[in-house]
């Protein structure tokens, strides 16, 4: 399988070398020092103290020596601010049947495409305002896929691997298929724990509500996710805007089963971490607020919900961001 891993950071890294150590032929859309670092030293994967290499073809844009032509297996691993962007580096890797892995966070931009009812085919302002994504990567490329996992980047290129290897993929229409099939096997050649899903909505939108809290507001505080739980007045917020989540979901047909408590007594569980947004935050890189926060607003509208808890979230997080820097 010719592979294509568009994003070469955290997730695409783990991605990446998972794959080319199953036998798949990879290249990566990289730029600058992680660039340099591929063509060094290949995929760098670390995990239970054990570093894993892999080789990789890595080029800063399509149609370089390496990449030219239509591949297999696009992993588009970008975070939300660098989407569009990167959307424009996927389009020449696309023939009639290759497919399209988006393993990202928030609401993608093909979220309400084939998705059914009043909203079906609705464009998220937040995500794709324009349309320039929908253009470029067509939804009928895409299989959605939700990471459970952590992964963070020590140094240009080399990807440490923390708990959980689980992936679950589906088709944006709901159905099954021989292509989807096919690529639940690769992946779980490569190690993966794989789940396909016939509600990849739902699963996005559970992961969604389990992460809309943590990040924002350890944005505002500066504070790790223990300290954010361990304050009962900050915990009661961070649960009544998971409750608003917990809404909009209902009315999309993305039921929450999970209690608040419950979700937030497994993040706890995980200790005194950053939260990937803080880490961007600090490092100066834009945030995904639009993906998250922004996107959870305008389907509340949609959906009719009212939501002043999320809506206070979203405004005092981005005017922060603003006075960051980090937020266009």
């Known amino acids: 399988m010719k592979v294509c891993v568009v994003g070469a950071g955290a997730v695409g890294g783990f991605l990446g070398t998972r794959l080319a150590l199953a036998g798949c032929t990879t290249t990566a859309v990289a730029r600058g020092a992680t ?11 670390r995990t239970d103290g054990r570093l894993h290499q892999a080789p990789v073809g890595a080029v800063a844009a399509p149609g370089q020596s390496g990449i030219l032509g239509e591949q297999d297996l696009v992993v588009l691993a970008v975070k939300g601010p660098s989407v569009r962007e990167a959307s424009a580096a996927v389009a020449p890797l ?7 892995m988006t393993p990202m966070n928030g609401v993608p931009w093909w979220f309400l495409d084939d998705f059914g009812g009043p909203l079906a085919g609705t464009r998220l302002a937040s995500v794709d305002p324009d349309g320039v994504i929908a253009s470029a990567v067509p939804t009928e490329h895409v299989i959605g896929c939700v990471v459970h996992a952590t992964c963070s980047v020590s140094e240009p290129g080399l990807v440490e691997h923390g708990v959980g ?11 099954t298929s021989e292509r989807l099939r096919l690529l639940a096997d690769v992946l779980a050649t490569s190690g993966f724990e794989v789940a396909t899903s016939t509600s990849i909505h739902a699963d996005i939108w559970y992961k969604l509500w389990g992460n809309l809290t943590m990040n924002p507001v350890s944005v505002l505080t500066g504070a790790t996710c223990d300290r954010i739980l361990d304050d009962p007045l900050v915990e009661d917020f961070c649960l009544a805007v998971m409750g608003e989540a917990a809404e909009i979901g209902s009315r999309l047909g993305c039921p929450i089963e999970q209690s608040g408590r419950d979700r937030n007594d497994v993040t706890r569980k995980l200790g005194a971490f950053k939260t990937s947004m803080l880490r961007d935050a600090e490092a100066g890189r834009p ?4 993906v998250l926060l922004g996107a959870a607003k305008e389907l509340a509208v ?19 961001a603003q006075v960051r820097g980090v937020y266009r």
């Open 35 to 45: 660039r340099e670092a591929l063509e060094e030293h290949g995929w760098r994967l």
């Open 94 to 100: 696309l023939g009639p049947d290759t497919v399209v």
């Open 165 to 175: 290897d689980r992936l679950i993929v589906g088709e944006p229409r709901g159905a």
């Open 287 to 290: 945030l995904e607020l639009d």
């Open 302 to 320: 949609l959906t009719s919900t009212a939501t002043p808890f999320l809506d206070a979230l979203l405004g005092l997080t981005r005017l922060s």
